[in-house]
């Protein structure tokens, strides 16, 4: 079974320092892996994902995300934290189909990120 | 450019009462979902959709029911509301081809239900 374990709940950082909000999944299968971002009272929006082709890559608002197949891992970073960045994150795997051919998204529990002056 | 539409935002309802929560989608996509977001959860699959007149079960399906009559629509029904139904509603859809793991989702902007 697929699975999520966002390693942080919570992460502070100080404007215009890095970002790193840590993600580990489990698959059976070659997963496709997303990170969501959620600002207060809204849906959430994709960032980036990972589809195979490339290990790196690169989402919106400057972060990007790294695939280690080796470590199970899909970190999220960013050189420099803004303010607009506070919001909180998921770390979402997709590789078991629904009925129908569709694909199942698992979400991991959050990161909430909190960026101070 | 509408995306994914939630009606109402926020509901309060009484225990016993029932309600719909309303999802519209204009991307014509093929998939349509409900979620329901708990603190410190994550998002928890209620009920999915493959397209018009096909529905089907998710992760948390019990005290829900939808329908799926039109490519557009994709209302979740909540009948005899209890308390452990206190959540945020998302819907959301995507265009999703058999065996494509990669497709992204649309999410709504949310429902947040309380149930007193």
């Known amino acids: 079974a697929q699975s999520v374990t966002q390693l942080d709940s919570h992460v502070s950082v100080s404007e215009g320092t890095p970002v790193l909000l840590r993600c580990n999944y489990s698959?059976?299968?070659?997963?496709?892996l997303f990170w969501y971002v959620q600002h207060p009272n809204k849906g959430l929006q994709l960032l980036l994902k990972y589809t195979s082709a490339a290990t790196l890559v690169k989402g919106i608002n400057g972060f990007e995300a790294e695939f280690k197949k080796s470590e199970t891992s899909f970190h999220l970073t960013k050189p420099s934290a803004h303010m607009s960045d506070a919001a909180e994150y998921f770390c979402?795997?997709?590789?078991?189909?629904?009925?129908?051919?569709?694909?199942?998204?698992?979400f991991g529990t959050g990161t909430q990120l909190k960026v101070e002056l | 450019n509408a995306g994914v539409t939630q009606t109402p935002k926020f509901r309060i309802l009484k225990i016993g009462q029932s309600m719909t929560l309303q999802c519209a989608q204009d991307m014509n996509h093929n998939y349509m979902y409900w979620y329901r977001q708990d603190p410190g959860m994550g998002l928890k699959l209620i009920y999915y959709s493959v397209g018009a007149g096909i529905t089907d079960k998710g992760e948390v399906p019990n005290g829900y029911n939808v329908s799926r009559s039109t490519t557009e629509d994709f209302p979740l029904r909540l009948e005899l509301a209890a308390p452990s139904q206190t959540s945020v509603y998302f819907c959301a859809s995507s265009q999703t081809l058999r065996g494509q793991l990669n497709t992204e989702a649309f999410f709504g902007q949310g429902t947040r239900l309380t149930v007193v």
């Open positions: 979402v795997v997709s590789d078991l189909q629904l009925t129908g051919g569709g694909n199942k998204l698992t």
């Open positions: 698959s059976s299968y070659s997963p496709s």
